[in-house]
């Protein structure tokens, strides 16, 4: 009995059962809406919790790193990644026009995947050494910690995930108090290289974006996802279709349904009250990340608790806004929903480091 | 330990991260409401639209195409029904080779030039994405062989289908008529007429004949089925059934027998022959010689046989009966003497001295009589028997144009009699107004000479001339002609009859008539120009003869018939009806180039009518006879 308790408070003492429990009930979500989505197929549901179960192991393990030694490899990981990118350049396996992947003899490895998480460590890392003498220099050096992967990563091309880590940076930016004019400096050059970053861009992203502003102008091709997957959601209606009784999903009019549009299954099957509590769901999640930046004892633990938070943030905002035809149709998951091993490793990973700092004593050497 | 933790904590810094956390909290949440407003607006406020657009998705309506009904003729006879049998069918928009597919395809299923050339007319007249056979009528070695090598003709499908048939061939071809494939054409009919959503499905409709017109009787209505189909358009399970009402059946008033015993009569004659029943107007017969197979038309015709058809100068596709236009000639006699003598310009016992010709006061133009030197002194009764032309060149001049156009178009020659198919043309009977209308002239009196033998501008068919002769048997009462007789649901119990009630009946002196009808029972008796024909009846009948000129004869020039080749000889007439005293059948027959109507013309009617009255089939012999009579040169 003693035994047990100990070995009871060994596993938890670590991890942040608030945090987890909102984990835990998005990805039991995550199974039904699955099991829903693949037609009753336990083998793919019975993969997914398998997926699941490894990413809660890998969550726990970080949890219970300390942050100094995560903070200690920031460098590192952001200086592999670097070089990993680099290789993908140079001798990526191309597959569907894209240059994601990188085979390292035994298994191949998406790089960017990795970029997701050593980004804004790095960027943390990097405003944590400099916390005393913040400067504008510093910020420019950060700035380019950042565009240096989100370049490569676009290169590949893989907007989605560009996105995501810019935006994970982004937030290491904010959050350290850059200056609102800086801030609208920037966004004026952003929205002033828009029209550079058109002409860089591939036929199929550009058609994307032509496609958002009007998805009937190619009902058959780029604008189907969108055109099927809001008539999933509206026909949803208040209440839903019910659970497996969705007939956009059932009857294969849902492209994707596993995986970037699962929303749209969760939708037409739950209807607005079903998204209004998986909305809620998330915010308790996203709640719960920020109290944990807020107490975070350090510069570098507040930042990457911030930045984490809102990075899981913007995963669910750009899915779900492509879902429902507000945004571009860019390839980001619904987390903890969509069906895949990789971002749900990567995003329980985050958590991991949430549970951390939330959880270890709040003590830095100086 | 704590402290030196807090004492990294920059209050500044902290109060400014804090900050900022917050605004990324209100962020946050401002975005979520986005989100929400969105589903709000998809699932409540728009939720109506996007039900009806997952419910469009989600459900196919596909028709179940009735069965079509079927024609029978008086005594139950099969001419039109249906059957079921495998086709071989091709979408050509999913072919990208299509020459290459056929030839393949030759290699599994016999595909004979035939075919080919059919599939070929089939695409040009219709839309890409159609599905169209190939070949029809499968058998099932076929099918099984198909089915064997199918992965690898994709595009193209067996399909069974019901087929319709007509037993009889080319007998009745122009009542029957036939059913073909939808047009474009056919199409905007029936877009026009909202006749579209009951065709879903269908294929076919009514060309011509019965079939055609009849079409809204035969087809019946259009069932649907409502399935539920994904994505890629495989039926998942069928949600709703209405089944196809099948369309109704058809009795005609035709007897299949009389008919082809009225074909076989003609020989390889061209010519016409309808036979009406007077007491009801009921259509007995209704012969358009030569006639066509209508089974040909039914997948599509291929070119060569339709080339044949269309090309023939025996024009077989062209329904004689029901279009062709004759000058009357002598048959128009018998209406001339009724007009005579209702209108009290002649009675029976008045006479003229009939001296070969008729020439109008004041002119020397002479109206010659078809006997040179005339026929003596002519009352009415002999003027029919004898076929007298003098006496009808002074009795039409007696009457006056105007007199004439009033009382014989009230036995409807020279306007169509409503008969129940379509395409039946009016013909012509002159009038003052009708020359002025069309040539921009005067009537003249000289005009009207020719009118009373039935030249002249005179132009009947062979339909008006029956349905005339049908008043006349029936001692003026008119009743529409009409092809069918009842119209039978699916159940066979009569959901109508046709035309069960007289048009009209004309108030005639019974004198009068009775005048007429002794003279044209005298027709048939020796000394009559139907005498051949009447020749050893086991009835009484009534007739006269007819010859209807095909080309304009010079003054003066001697009609010789050997002289003129076979298609421009005269046209040879007849009307009858039997038994004279209580009609049970009355017939016209035409006979293109047949020279004269007692000749060649009444042995067909003699023929016919001891089929019908005495269920006697007419000998080889009797049929040769036609052939021969056309040798003799005897006049009417």
Redesign the interface.
């Known amino acids: 009995m003693i035994e047990s308790m100990r070995v009871w408070h060994y596993l938890t003492r670590y991890v942040d059962s608030f945090l987890l429990s909102g984990i835990l009930l998005l990805m039991l979500t995550g199974l039904f809406t699955l099991y829903s989505a693949t037609d009753a197929n336990l083998g793919r549901v019975t993969n997914q919790a398998v997926n699941m179960l490894v990413a809660l192991g890998i969550m726990w393990l970080v949890a219970n790193i300390p942050l100094q030694h995560i903070m200690r490899i920031a460098l590192p990981i952001y200086v592999a990644g670097i070089l990993l990118l680099l290789g993908v350049a140079l001798f990526g396996e191309i597959n569907n026009g894209a240059r994601r992947w990188l085979n390292i003899g035994f298994t191949r490895i998406q790089p960017s995947e990795l970029m997701k998480i050593a980004v804004p460590l790095m960027m943390a890392w990097y405003f944590d050494k400099h916390?005393?003498t913040l400067r504008l220099r510093d910020y420019a050096v950060a700035t380019l910690l950042l565009i240096l992967p989100v370049l490569m990563i676009v290169r590949q091309p893989d907007l989605g995930t560009a996105l995501l880590i810019a935006s994970s940076g982004f937030?290491v930016l904010?959050?350290?108090?850059l200056s609102w004019r800086i801030m609208g400096a920037l966004f004026v050059v952003g929205a002033g290289s828009l029209p550079i970053l058109w002409s860089t861009m591939h036929d199929y992203q550009r058609r994307r974006v032509m496609t958002l502003l009007d998805p009937t102008q190619d009902a058959l091709g780029a604008g189907y996802h969108t055109i099927?997957s809001?008539?999933?959601?509206?026909?949803?209606?208040?209440l839903g279709k019910g659970w497996q009784h969705g007939?956009?999903t059932h009857?294969?009019?849902l492209p994707e349904r596993s995986t970037d549009f699962i929303f749209a299954v969760f939708?037409e099957e739950f209807?607005?009250i079903g998204?209004?509590l998986l909305?809620l769901l998330?915010?308790v999640v996203?709640?719960r990340g920020?109290v944990i930046?807020?107490n975070a004892?350090?510069?570098f633990t507040?930042l990457i608790a911030?930045s984490i938070t809102?990075t899981f943030?913007t995963y669910i905002?750009v899915n779900?806004?492509m879902v429902?035809g507000?945004l571009p149709v860019v390839g980001v998951p619904l987390p903890l929903i969509s069906y895949g091993g990789t971002s749900m490793v990567t995003m329980l990973l985050g958590f991991g480091i949430l549970m951390s700092i939330q959880t270890h004593?709040?003590?830095?050497k100086? | 330990?704590?402290r030196?933790?807090?004492l990294?904590?920059?209050p500044r810094?902290l109060q400014?991260?804090?900050l900022?956390?917050a605004f990324?909290?209100g962020f946050?949440?401002l975005?979520?409401l986005?989100?929400?407003a969105?589903?709000?607006y998809?699932?409540?406020s728009?939720?109506e639209?996007?039900?009806t657009?997952?419910?469009a998705?989600?459900i196919s309506i596909s028709p179940i195409v009735p069965n079509r009904g079927l024609i029978f003729d008086r005594n139950g006879e099969v001419l039109a029904h249906n059957y079921s049998a495998y086709t071989l069918e091709i979408v050509p928009s999913k072919i990208g080779d299509l020459e290459a597919l056929i030839n393949e395809l030759a290699t599994v299923v016999e595909i004979a030039a035939r075919d080919r050339k059919r599939f070929k007319k089939l695409m040009e007249e219709s839309k890409r994405f159609e599905s169209l056979p190939i070949r029809t009528r499968l058998s099932d070695v076929e099918v099984a062989r198909f089915a064997a090598n199918r992965y690898r003709f994709p595009g193209v499908e067996i399909k069974a289908r019901l087929f319709r048939q007509y037993p009889k061939g080319e007998s009745a071809s122009h009542v029957v008529g036939y059913i073909g494939r939808i047009n474009d054409k056919d199409l905007e009919r029936l877009e026009a007429n909202n006749g579209l959503a009951n065709y879903r499905g269908s294929h076919h409709m009514g060309k011509i004949g019965i079939e055609q017109s009849y079409e809204k009787e035969l087809h019946g209505i259009t069932g649907f089925e409502e399935m539920?189909?994904?994505?890629?358009g495989r039926v998942?399970r069928v949600i709703s059934r209405t089944p196809a009402i099948s369309g109704n059946d058809l009795t005609l008033s035709l007897d299949a027998r009389l008919q082809e015993v009225a074909e076989k009569a003609f020989g390889d004659r061209r010519g016409a022959l309808v036979a009406i029943e007077p007491a009801t107007g009921e259509v007995l017969a209704f012969v358009s010689k030569p006639g066509f197979d209508p089974n040909l038309f039914v997948d599509g015709i291929d070119s060569e046989n339709w080339d044949l058809l269309n090309n023939s100068i025996d024009r077989p596709l062209n329904n004689r009966a029901l279009r062709g236009l004759y000058p009357p000639g002598s048959t128009f006699k018998p209406f001339m003497a009724l007009a005579g003598l209702e209108l009290k310009k002649r009675w029976p016992r008045h006479a003229i001295n009939d001296s070969g010709y008729f020439s109008l006061p004041g002119s020397t133009h002479r109206f010659r009589d078809w006997k040179a030197g005339g026929h003596g002194v002519v009352d009415l009764h002999k003027s029919l028997v004898v076929s007298c032309d003098t006496y009808y060149y002074g009795l039409a001049n007696d009457l006056g144009i105007d007199n004439i156009f009033n009382f014989v178009s009230q036995f409807g020659l020279g306007k169509k009699t409503g008969i129940d198919i379509e395409g039946e043309v009016s013909g012509l009977l002159p009038s003052q107004e009708w020359k002025m209308a069309r040539h921009k002239q005067k009537w003249y009196a000289g005009d009207t000479i020719s009118v009373g033998i039935g030249q002249g501008y005179n132009l009947t068919t062979p339909l008006q001339l029956a349905f005339a002769t049908a008043i006349l048997a029936g001692n003026g009462t008119a009743f529409r002609p009409h092809l069918v007789k009842q119209v039978l649901n699916n159940n066979k119990e009569v959901v109508r009859e046709i035309a069960k009630e007289p048009l009209y009946t004309l108030n005639l002196n019974p004198d009068n008539l009775q005048a007429v009808r002794n003279a044209l029972v005298d027709v048939t008796r020796p000394g009559g120009t139907a005498a051949l024909a009447g020749a050893d009846a086991a009835y009484v009948f009534a007739g006269k003869t007819g010859t209807s000129q095909v080309i304009g004869m010079k003054q003066g020039e001697k009609y010789v018939e050997s002289k003129v080749r076979e298609r421009f000889r005269d046209h040879a007439l007849f009307i009858t009806y039997a038994p004279a005293e209580n009609p049970k059948i009355a017939l016209s027959v035409l006979v293109e180039n047949g020279g004269h109507g007692g000749s060649t013309a009444a042995p067909i009617a003699r023929m016919v009518m001891d089929y019908y009255l005495l269920g006697k089939l007419p000998s080889e012999a009797a049929a040769e006879a036609v052939e021969q009579n056309e040798e003799e040169d005897e006049h009417d």
């Open positions: 916390e005393a937030y904010f959050l350290t108090g099927q809001t008539i999933a959601i509206g026909s949803g209606g208040i007939t956009q009857l294969d009019f939708s209807g607005l998204n209004s909305l998330y915010l996203i709640g920020m930046a807020a004892s350090t510069q507040r911030g809102l943030f905002f779900i806004g429902i507000i004593p709040k003590l830095v100086t | 330990m704590s030196t933790v807090e990294r904590n920059h810094e400014n991260f804090q900022r956390l990324s909290a946050v949440l975005l979520f986005l989100l929400f969105r589903f709000s998809l699932q409540v728009q939720r639209h996007y039900h657009l997952a419910e998705n989600r539920e189909t994904d994505a890629a998942i």
